[in-house]
DNA sequence: TCCGGCTATGACAACGTTATCTCATCAGCC
DNA sequence: GGCTGATGAGATAACGTTGTCATAGCCGGA
């Protein structure tokens, strides 16, 4: 009843509104209507859109009328079948902290849209036994042009392995091995938290309690270094009773600050390699009755918004999240596989929840 | 030279390799190539995939074999080309939270993830005057099969109507406006600030500060309603010098805060619209020397990481903000167009900032 | 004048899937 | 025994772009 046959017309065939007239309909503008109303080849509408070489002025401005009457937009799937790019790259992230993994978003999709790529972001698990598998599908499935990575998936040999097979362009935020082997976006940790351990020594603290970062996070170790490295300059003993390890959360900073307080010669200052430890220190000498910064310096790591939210607003070392995640986005869309390395600057950011120490702290024997 | 011709062969002809035995090359396996080791039609392939009606256990069972042996992952570029759906969902929102997007996208992409689409996150600024172009252009390039969006972009007339001119599947996170014009999950925020307002007087407090959220946002003023109910329901009349907008930041928290506390009759108990605004409360609480919860009670509203890393821990609504992005995913995915509607529970939480009024406050001479 | 190289454009195949149509088989029914 | 409808499978044409090749015009040098 319905099945109308006419001999040639088999398949889907939907021949286009022919003329020039109604191109506002309910179906998408191609790029044949473009050509169309230009008056010109599909291959050079193409050309045109593509920004190759060899397009005269006067068709490129025809096209480009015909571009903005119809308004156009190219379909990404029939580019990424038809060419060997796809106009996306894929963020891959194993982190549970929402402040980090939004500013790189932020930083990431804002050098895409730049570009007129898009991001995919694909969360995942390090300690699953799928991830290789995760990442080679996502990356079969959607044929991406690059993938920018985040720590600590940074630092898995079996995914970087998978990547390096399929040859597709990567950058690292952070990397902590393999360094030279893709490229690189990252802050100088030692120094940062050098520069930290130095700031609070100019205040007149000796005793300064270090808590760490997850083990997983190579900056966690460099951080560590970078302490030593200030204490060492100011002709401070270093005592491993000091440092305690933290998961970068807000329990174990103040778990660890419990067990600092609780020492016999306890730190008159408290450094966490996390904003969110920090805010931990803060709440557990709330706890115990210290007050900061009056009895206790507490500095943190990071400047998230938590910084500032916390009372006394944290001294902390700014992480420049959303500017490594457009330089690490820039480094992919601008070199590709080619391997470069880019280092962002980092900052001291000094609010009040450092002090000079008390004088003359009864307990003190030290030099 | 390189040139050979051959009559036939003209274009990108690149035969596979024949034979059974070299699939773990560079080459990305293809249907054609599973459709060969299983030794079925393409179109047998393509039904398996897709789950259609009218295949033999014994074909699905030799191509999923295959499927596993080559490894296959289907291109969405030729799936949403060929086919009319994209497998990709796009998620439209224009909100500075940190902590509400990632819980949001969490949940939109662990139900995605389940039906094995993908989610494309689109930030956008509700006030740019190309906000609708953008949406066009994001759902034509990459062809979305429906869009989610979060307040406050689910209110913005001209974007909405985008929408239906395109006909695409929406649903939107507690709308304010249209309300039954699209699929919407939500939470009951009347109830909620009703829950905590009752709560608040429960423990003996009569004069308690409101602050309201955006202006943009219609759950500021629904939870104003709550306020107000509650009130009304405990006989306690309305004073508006109690209510003071807010923006949702701390900032704003902390402004209101300290304008309601100069007041001749301060209220014992604030109740802020979130707990960005809440911190602002204990900051500025702390900063004028009024500790809490002794002398001031405080409530916030989200339960945000946030409400538990400030001292002392909010007392605060929980707003599941990841399932309510996973019942958006799901509404999507399982009705499409048809609009359905889903209301999820919220919780109040009690911790340590509220507590009941000091006993006999002198200025408190109402009844 | 003719050739070679550059510029500019178009024709057509190919990309890897799904949609449509066709055909074969098989059971149940008049 | 042939008709009908449900089931199972394949051939082939799209889908909307880009890649490859062909070709035409133009300029400069042999």
Not at 30 to 38: G, N
Not at 100 to 113: D, E, K, L, S, T
């Amino acid at each position: 009843m319905v099945n109308r046959r006419d001999g040639e017309m088999r398949g889907r065939d939907r021949d286009l509104p022919a003329g020039d007239g109604a191109f506002a309909r309910m179906t998408r503008a191609t790029i044949k209507d473009v050509s169309r109303v230009a008056g010109v080849s599909i291959k050079t509408v193409s050309r045109v859109l593509n920004k190759e070489r060899y397009v005269s002025d006067d068709m490129r401005q025809k096209v480009e009328e015909a571009v903005a009457r119809l308004n156009y937009h190219p379909s990404l799937a029939a580019r990424t079948l038809a060419g060997r790019r796809s106009f996306q790259i894929g963020l891959i992230h194993d982190n549970p902290s929402p402040y980090y993994i939004f500013n790189m978003q932020a930083g990431v999709g804002q050098r895409c849209r730049e570009a007129d790529f898009r991001m995919i972001v694909q969360p995942c698990d390090i300690n699953s036994p799928g991830l290789v598998d995760d990442i080679g599908a996502l990356i079969d499935q959607a044929q991406l042009d690059g993938i920018i990575m985040t720590p600590p998936v940074t630092d898995v040999g079996t995914a970087l392995a998978e990547l390096f097979r399929r040859k597709i362009p990567v950058v690292r935020v952070q990397p902590g091995t393999d360094l030279t082997a893709t490229s690189a976006v990252y802050i100088d940790n030692v120094q940062a938290a050098d520069d930290m351990t130095a700031y609070l020594i100019s205040l007149g603290h000796r005793r300064i309690g270090l808590v760490t970062g997850h083990a997983n996070y190579f900056a966690s170790g460099q951080r560590l270094t970078g302490y030593r490295q200030a204490l060492q300059r100011a002709g401070i003993g270093f005592d491993a009773s000091l440092v305690f390890p933290g998961q970068f959360d807000f329990q174990s900073g103040a778990a660890a600050a419990e067990a600092l307080l609780a020492l016999d010669e306890p730190p008159t200052a408290i450094f966490a390699s996390s904003d969110d430890m920090a805010a931990g220190v803060l709440a557990a000498a709330h706890r115990i009755g210290i007050s900061v910064p009056d009895q206790l310096s507490v500095a943190g790591f990071d400047d998230t918004d938590l910084a500032q939210v916390v009372w006394p607003a944290l001294t902390t070392i700014r992480q420049p999240i959303r500017d490594l995640g457009y330089a690490a986005a820039d480094l992919l869309l601008e070199f590709g596989e080619t391997i470069e390395r880019r280092q962002l600057p980092h900052e001291l950011i000094v609010r009040g929840s450092t002090a000079p120490p008390r004088p003359m702290d009864p307990g003190s024997s030290r030099g």
